[in-house]
C-alpha cells in the first residue's frame, strides 16, 4: 500500500502556492483546493488506495455545512438497531477517509474486512475523488449549508482547536476575507459546492444533494428523503422521529461522549463540533457590508446553476 507519510515531499510541496492558515499552519493550492500538507498526503493515499463497493455509502461535504449531522443521520438509518452513537463521537462512527489514510490508521485489511454496506466520508471536492468511487455504483451524500454560516461556524471551530492558550480571537475580518477569496481549507467553498451540485443533477441516483437549512425546516421530508435514497426507507413515522432525535443536535451535544475527550486526528475536542446548531447566526458577527459582499459573491458564483441558499 502506498503510504502516507512521505509523498508528495516537502520540497515538491514547497513549489506549490501556499497560504499561512490562522498562523497556524501552511495550506497548499493543490489541482484547485487548498489543503494542509496531511491531508494532501492522505488524499493522495486514498485515491490510490481506496477500491469502491458498488453499495459503499459516501458521505461528502467541504469543512463546517453539516458533516457532523451528516454522519449521525447516516448512523441512525444504516445501523438502525445499533446506537453506536451514544459512545462514540459521529466522527469515530463514520470515518473521514482522506484522514484516516494520513494518519496510516487504515489498511487494506481493515477495509477489504469490513461488512457491507460500508459508510465512509470525505471533504475532498469531487474531482479529487477516487477514480473508483466516481466510476462504481456507490452511492454519495453531499450536504452544504449557507455560506454565512459555513463561515462563522468555521471561525468559532478553529478558534477553538487553534487559539487554545487563552489566545485572542482571530480576527473576524481576516477569516471573512479568506473565506471569500476561497483560501481556506477544502475551499473554495463555491467549487466545491458547484462540481457536487452539477454531478447531482447529471446522476440523480448516485448523488444526494441535501442542504442544512432544509434539514432544519423539513427533518422528516428530508430524513425520508435520505432514507430512501440510501435504500433503507423508514417503517413508518415513530422510524422518522427516532432517526430525527438519534442524530439531534440537542441529544448529541449533551451525551458524554461528545462533552469530554478529543478526537485522534488533530486532537479536536468532541465539543468543538456542537456549537450553536441553528440557521442564521451570521447575524450575530457580519456588518451589513460583510453580509452585502457574500451575498454578492454568491449571487455571481451561483448564476445559472439553480442552486440557492437559504439563510
Ligand atoms: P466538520 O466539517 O468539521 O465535521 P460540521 O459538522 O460540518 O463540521 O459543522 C459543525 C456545525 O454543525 C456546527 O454549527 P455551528 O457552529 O453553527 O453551531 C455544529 O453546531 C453543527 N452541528 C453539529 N451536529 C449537529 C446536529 N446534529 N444537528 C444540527 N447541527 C449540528
Redo the contacts with the bound molecule.
Keep these: 500500500m502506498a503510504t502516507a507519510s512521505s509523498i508528495p515531499s516537502q520540497e515538491l510541496l514547497d513549489q506549490l502556492p501556499k497560504h499561512l492558515h490562522w498562523e497556524a499552519y501552511n495550506i497548499y493550492q493543490w489541482e484547485g483546493f487548498w489543503y494542509p500538507a496531511a491531508v494532501i498526503r492522505g488524499m493522495l493515499a486514498f485515491r490510490s488506495n481506496y477500491k469502491a463497493r458498488c453499495d459503499d455509502v459516501i458521505l461528502a ?9 451528516l ?2 443521520l447516516c448512523a441512525c438509518i444504516m445501523d438502525y438497531h445499533d446506537d453506536q452513537l451514544s459512545s462514540k463521537n ?2 469515530l462512527v463514520v470515518k ?1 477517509l482522506e484522514y484516516e489514510f494520513a494518519g496510516e490508521t487504515l489498511n487494506p485489511d481493515d477495509l477489504s474486512g469490513m461488512p457491507s454496506p460500508r459508510l465512509f466520508h470525505t ?1 475532498l471536492p469531487y474531482s479529487a475523488l477516487p477514480e473508483s468511487i466516481k466510476n462504481s455504483e456507490c452511492k454519495i451524500v453531499y ?1 452544504t ?1 449557507n455560506p454565512s ?1 459555513t463561515m ?2 468555521g471561525w ?2 478553529f478558534n477553538k482547536i487553534l487559539r487554545r492558550n487563552n489566545q485572542d480571537p482571530y480576527p473576524f475580518e481576516k477569516e471573512y476575507n479568506n473565506f471569500c477569496a476561497g483560501v481556506h481549507s477544502y475551499g473554495p467553498f463555491f467549487d466545491h459546492v458547484l462540481r457536487y451540485w452539477s454531478e447531482s443533477l447529471k446522476t440523480p441516483n448516485k448523488i444526494l444533494f441535501l442542504k ?1 437549512e432544509e ?2 425546516r423539513d427533518p422528516k421530508g428530508q430524513v425520508k428523503r435520505l432514507a430512501s435514497f440510501l435504500g433503507q426507507p423508514l417503517a413508518g413515522e415513530d422510524e422518522v422521529d427516532k432517526v430525527i432525535w438519534g ?3 440537542e ?3 449533551n451525551l458524554e461522549v461528545n462533552k469530554n475527550g478529543e478526537l485522534p486526528f488533530g486532537n479536536v475536542p468532541n465539543s468543538a ?6 440557521v442564521g ?1 451570521w447575524e450575530n458577527y457580519f456588518t451589513a457590508e460583510m453580509k452585502q459582499g457574500l451575498d454578492e459573491i454568491t449571487r455571481m458564483k451561483l448564476e445559472g446553476s439553480g442552486l440557492d441558499f437559504e439563510s
Design positions: 461535504s467541504s469543512l463546517k455545512t453539516g458533516t457532523t449531522w454522519k449521525a459521529p466522527h473521514t471533504h450536504i449549508r454560516d462563522v461556524s468559532h471551530y442544512y434539514l432544519k442524530s439531534s443536535f441529544r448529541l451535544k463540533f456542537f456549537r450553536l446548531g441553528k447566526d
